[in-house]
C-alpha cells in the first residue's frame, strides 16, 4: 500500500467504497489523515467499518469541516449530473479529487521524478499497460502495475526511485487527476465512449489529452484525427513527444508498423525494431499499435532492439483480449470478451479471414453498422442477449446468423459450423461489440464462460 502522507491531519471525505475507494480511505488513513466514509451501499459500508474505517453519513454532516472529497471513478462528477456529494463540496469550495491524484501528490512529496508511466486511451489501455510492466520487468526493474487495470494505484507499492509504476487511467480517473504528471504519458486512441459520463466528445478528448499535456514525455497515437492533433498541439508547445502510427506513416521521431515490423523514425532514418510476426499474443493492428507504445514508453531503453525484442515475444498478452482459448483440429477457438463496443470488435475481425462470430449483449450506441465493410469476413453470426433484433436488423442477407440467446447455445453451433465447414482455418470468435450487462456482471465473466464451454464442449468432443 500507498500510505497517503501528504494528507496527514486532513480531513477527507471519502464517497465510493468499492475497490479503489476502499483502498483509498485505508490509504489516508495510514498517512495520518483523518477520514470520514460513506457509500448508498449498506453492505460496503459494513465492510469498511470493520476494517476500522469511520463510516459518517455525508448527507448530514457541515462540508465545511472537509478539506477534500475523495470521489470514486465510478460516480458521476458533471454528466449525466453532478452527484449530490458532488454538489455539496463545490457548495462547500473544497477540491474533488480521486486516487490517481493523491498517488501525484504522494510522489511528488516523497519521490519526485520516480518513474511513472501512465497509459490512456479509449481501447488497447489494459494490453498496453501489461506490456509496458512486463518489459520493464525483461530489463530488470522492480514494477508496480494497476489502476483501472485492476488493482488500484494506492493498493501498489509507494513510489521510490529504483521501483517504476505503471499505471492504466481512465477518463474517470483522469478528471479527478488535476496534478497527472507522469515520467511517461501514453495516449493510444480516442473514439466515441463514456459520452454519457462526459457530455461531449470535446469533452472526453480534452480529458483524455491531460494525461500527457504534463508528463515528461508524450507518446501519442496518431491514427486518428482527434490524437494527431493532440500531438501537433504537444509538439507546437515544445514538449517532447514520440508519435505511433499502424499506418506507416512515417514523421520524426516516430515508431510505426510497416507489415508486421516495427521501426523507428529518427534523424531523417528508420531502424528496425522487432517483427511482430507470429507473435499470437500481439496479433491484429491495434496490437501492432500497442506494441508500438509500449516500446516509446521505455525512453532509451527501447534502443535495445535485441533485447526488446525478445521481451515482446515472450509476452502473454491478457486475458479476454483475443486470446486463444483452444485449438482443435483446424478450428481456433478465440475469447475477445473485452470487445464491448464496435470499434473494439473491428480489431478481432481485422485480426482473422474467416470466423463464425459470436455477437451480442447491451447495444452501445450505433450497434455495428460502422462494422458492415468487415461483413466479409463473416462465415456466420450467433446472437445473443438483448441486442439480437437490432444485430438481426443490421445484419439483414449480408451473411446467415442464427438466434442463439445465450452464450450456452451459442458456443455448440459456433463450434458445429465451424467444424464442419471446409474453411482451412475457421476461427470461433467471441468479439461481442456490446456491454455484458444484460446477462453478466461484467465481460471478464462472460469471457470465463465463453472459455469454460469451450473446453467442456472439446472435452465432450474427445471422451466421444
Not at 52 to 78: C, K, M, Q, Y
Not at 88 to 107: M, P, T, Y
Not at 313 to 325: D, K, Q
Not at 415 to 436: G, H, N, Q, T, Y
Amino acid at each position: 500500500m500507498t500510505p497517503v502522507t501528504c494528507f496527514e491531519s486532513k480531513h477527507a471525505a471519502v464517497f465510493g467504497l468499492g475497490g479503489s475507494g476502499f483502498i483509498t480511505a485505508q490509504a489516508l488513513a495510514a498517512g495520518g489523515a483523518r477520514v470520514s466514509v460513506w457509500d448508498d451501499n449498506e453492505h460496503a459500508r459494513e465492510n469498511a467499518r470493520a476494517a476500522g474505517l469511520r463510516i459518517e453519513n455525508l448527507a448530514a454532516v457541515d462540508w465545511r469541516n472537509f478539506d477534500s472529497l475523495v470521489l470514486s471513478p465510478g460516480v458521476p462528477l458533471t454528466h449525466p449530473a453532478p452527484h449530490w456529494t458532488v454538489l455539496k463540496a463545490k457548495q462547500a469550495g473544497i477540491e474533488i479529487i480521486g486516487d490517481i491524484e493523491l498517488f501525484c501528490r504522494e510522489r511528488q512529496k516523497t519521490a519526485p521524478g520516480s518513474p511513472f508511466v501512465a497509459i490512456t486511451g479509449t481501447n488497447g489501455k489494459s494490453t498496453t499497460t501489461a506490456l509496458v510492466a512486463h518489459l520493464y520487468k525483461s530489463f530488470g526493474f522492480a514494477v508496480e502495475a494497476g489502476g483501472n487495470i485492476g488493482t488500484p494505484i494506492l493498493a501498489l507499492e509507494r513510489p521510490a526511485p529504483e521501483r517504476v509504476h505503471v499505471v492504466e487511467c481512465s477518463s474517470f480517473q483522469i478528471d479527478l487527476a488535476p496534478s497527472l504528471n507522469p515520467s511517461a504519458g501514453v495516449l493510444l486512441n480516442v473514439t466515441p465512449d463514456h459520452l454519457d459520463r462526459h457530455g461531449t466528445m470535446e469533452n472526453y478528448a480534452a480529458i483524455k489529452a491531460r494525461l500527457v499535456e504534463k508528463a515528461d514525455l508524450a507518446v501519442v497515437g496518431i491514427d486518428d484525427d482527434i490524437s494527431r492533433a493532440i500531438a501537433n498541439r504537444l509538439i507546437k508547445s515544445g514538449k517532447r513527444v514520440i508519435r505511433v502510427s499502424v499506418n506507416n506513416t512515417p514523421v520524426e521521431d516516430s515508431i510505426v508498423l510497416d507489415g508486421t515490423c516495427l521501426l523507428r523514425y529518427y534523424g531523417g532514418r528508420s531502424a528496425p525494431i522487432a517483427d511482430l510476426a507470429g507473435i499470437a499474443s500481439l496479433r491484429g493492428k491495434h496490437n501492432g499499435q500497442n506494441a508500438a507504445a509500449a516500446v516509446a514508453a521505455l525512453g532509451p531503453l527501447g534502443l535495445d532492439t535485441e533485447r526488446v525484442a525478445k521481451c515482446l515475444r515472450s509476452f502473454p498478452g491478457l486475458p479476454h483480449r483475443l486470446e486463444e482459448v483452444a485449438h482443435e483440429g483446424n478450428v481456433l477457438f478465440v475469447n475477445d470478451s473485452k470487445a464491448t463496443n464496435a470499434d473494439a470488435a473491428e480489431k478481432a475481425l481485422l485480426s482473422f479471414d474467416k470466423v463464425f462470430w459470436i455477437i451480442g449483449g447491451r447495444a452501445k450506441e450505433g450497434g455495428i453498422e460502422p462494422l458492415r465493410p468487415l461483413f466479409g469476413k463473416v462465415i456466420k453470426a450467433y446472437l445473443i442477449g438483448e441486442s439480437s433484433d437490432v444485430f438481426a436488423r443490421t445484419i439483414g442477407e449480408a451473411f446467415p446468423y442464427e438466434r442463439c440467446g445465450s452464450l450456452e447455445a451459442a458456443v455448440p453451433a459456433a463450434a458445429r459450423d465451424a467444424f464442419a465447414s471446409k474453411i482451412a482455418e475457421p476461427v470461433v470468435l467471441l468479439s461481442p461489440a456490446c456491454a455484458s450487462f444484460d446477462q453478466f456482471p461484467d465481460f471478464e465473466k462472460r469471457g470465463d464462460r465463453f472459455r469454460d464451454l469451450v473446453k467442456a464442449l472439446l472435452a465432450d468432443k474427445k471422451a466421444s
